[in-house]
Every structure is written in structure tokens, then in C-alpha cells.
């Protein structure tokens, strides 16, 4: 019977393949990482890209919208509300603007306001929308170390009333501030059109019909089919400034400002910012 030998040699070829079979499949593996880390990287640098030119021209076209505002004739004259398209860096950007008691402010809203806003604006039914309105008024009245009323600093502070969890507070941030300084009423004339449901006893068809009436440039709105218990016609120093911007790849940016048109004497600026935020807009999804 004839026996076949295996040389030493053939094993070590052997083992040498395996080897480079490990190898090769070992630098696989690296380069797909990092290929990904790279196209991660480049996904990353380029959304930080797009969130500093979204940035640098909402900001633009704010500051554009604040010129117009505070230099003759139109300083001094304060208007509720105004949208104004201003072409900068080869786009048009719609700057939107505000008084800031155009929305409900949580420090200063009566329960009534509140429990309104919960209800039509937040999606609770009647008894709820009044207990937490209650529940709202509590926690802006707790006492803090000085013995003064805590209140709340910003509009997220919502959240730490209990039953206002994020769903609500998301529903709900549109249409609010902390920082009105107004009367606890609601300028209706700056009151984007989800909160005119509010005004409106949550008739959306009215609040609907007021705001494109705006839209078309009426003079001023008709706010006798409102609750006027909750109006306070007032315009103050402190707006709400937004401003669209269309993106490159076809999105929409967003830039917010809170100002207050005294002057900031620190700055050297004919008014004060004091909230900025800044966010690229999801549209809703088709037949959502």
C-alpha cells in the first residue's frame, strides 16, 4: 500500500495562506471603518456647514429686519405684526415678526387663558385642561429662597408643572413665552393663527380666515368674533422674530431671535437680544 508523506514545506505554505486570508480580511474590515468614519465625518462637517450658513444668514436678514424697524420713520411705531421678504446672499428670506404678546405668556396668563390653551391648543378635555391651568398657576406662585414668586425663566420650565409632559410642552411651544411682560393677555393682532383658535373658542375656520386675511395685507384684524377677555390690544418693546431661510438641497432653516427694542447700552445696539434658537424645519410627512 503506498502511503503519501507531507513535507514540512506544504504545511507552512498552508498556514502562510491562512494567514494572509486573515490578514486580508482584517484590512477589510479597517478600511470599511474607515470609510465609514470618513463619510461619517464628511456628513457631519457638512451639516455643521449648512447650520452656520443657516445661522449667518437668519441672522442677516433679522438685523436687516430691526433696521427697518428702528430707523426714521418707522422708529417708534410699533406694529403687532409684519412679514417682510428681503433678498440676501442670492435667496429670498422671509423674516416673520411678532410682538411677543402675540403669544400666551405663562407667567402672567389668568387660569381661564390657560385652561383655553390646554384645551383647544393642547388637546385636553375641559376638566384636565382646568386643572392643570390651576395646577400652572401654582407652580409659577411657589415662593423661592427669597420668598419671591419662583415663576418661570423660560418657556421649558412648563415642564415642571406636573401633567405637562413633552408631547403637550412640543404641542404648546409655539404659542407661548415667559417673557411678555405684558398684561396676561394676548395681543391678537401678533397671535399666530393656532392660538387665534384659542381666541376663537376653538372655531378653526374663523382662526383660519383671520390670519390669510392678514396674510393679504388687512389692515387690521377683526377681533369682534374673539374672546375679548383674553385680548389686550397693547404693542410693547419685545418681538419675536423669525426668519425662513431656503437651504441649498431644497429644505428650510429657521432662526429665531427674542428682542427687546430698548437699546442694550453694553452692546452699543439699538436693541437686546435675549433667546436665540436656531433649527432646520421638518415638514410633515405625506398624509400624516
Not at 34 to 43: D, P
Request: charged share 20%; aromatic share 4%.
Amino acid at each position: 500500500m503506498m502511503r503519501r508523506r507531507s513535507t514540512p514545506g506544504a504545511g507552512r505554505r498552508g498556514i502562510a495562506l491562512v494567514a494572509v486570508l486573515w490578514i486580508v480580511a482584517a484590512l477589510s474590515i479597517a478600511v470599511t471603518g474607515i470609510v465609514h468614519t470618513i463619510r461619517s465625518e464628511t456628513r457631519a462637517i457638512g451639516a455643521s456647514r449648512r447650520m452656520l450658513d443657516l445661522q449667518a444668514v437668519g441672522e442677516a436678514a433679522i438685523m436687516l429686519a430691526l433696521q427697518g424697524m428702528t430707523a426714521p420713520p418707522q422708529a417708534g411705531q410699533r406694529v403687532p405684526w409684519r412679514r417682510v421678504d428681503l433678498p440676501y446672499d442670492g435667496r429670498v428670506v422671509t423674516v416673520e415678526v411678532n410682538a411677543l404678546n402675540g403669544f400666551v405668556d405663562i407667567n402672567r396668563a389668568a387660569p381661564e387663558l390657560l385652561a383655553a390653551l390646554f384645551a383647544v391648543a393642547g388637546g385636553l378635555k375641559g376638566p384636565a385642561a382646568a386643572a392643570l391651568a390651576q395646577a400652572t398657576v401654582q407652580a409659577r406662585q411657589q415662593p423661592d429662597a427669597t420668598g419671591q414668586p419662583l415663576r418661570f425663566e423660560a418657556i421649558e420650565d412648563l415642564m415642571r408643572v406636573p401633567g405637562v409632559d413633552y408631547d403637550l410642552y412640543a404641542r404648546l411651544r409655539p404659542l407661548i413665552t415667559a417673557d411678555a411682560l405684558g398684561s396676561g393677555k394676548v395681543n391678537a393682532q401678533a397671535a399666530p393663527q393656532e392660538l387665534l383658535a384659542v381666541l376663537a373658542d376653538g372655531n378653526l375656520a374663523r382662526a383660519a380666515a383671520l390670519s390669510h386675511a392678514r396674510l393679504q395685507g388687512a389692515p387690521a384684524m377683526d377681533t369682534s368674533t374673539l374672546r375679548t377677555d383674553f385680548i389686550d390690544g397693547g404693542v410693547g418693546t419685545r418681538y419675536r422674530m423669525q426668519a425662513f431661510v431656503p437651504m441649498a438641497d431644497g429644505s428650510l432653516g429657521v432662526v429665531l431671535r427674542t428682542v427687546d427694542l430698548n437699546p442694550d447700552q453694553r452692546a452699543g445696539l439699538p436693541w437686546r437680544i435675549f433667546n436665540a434658537e436656531t433649527w432646520m424645519h421638518v415638514p410633515p410627512e405625506k398624509g400624516g
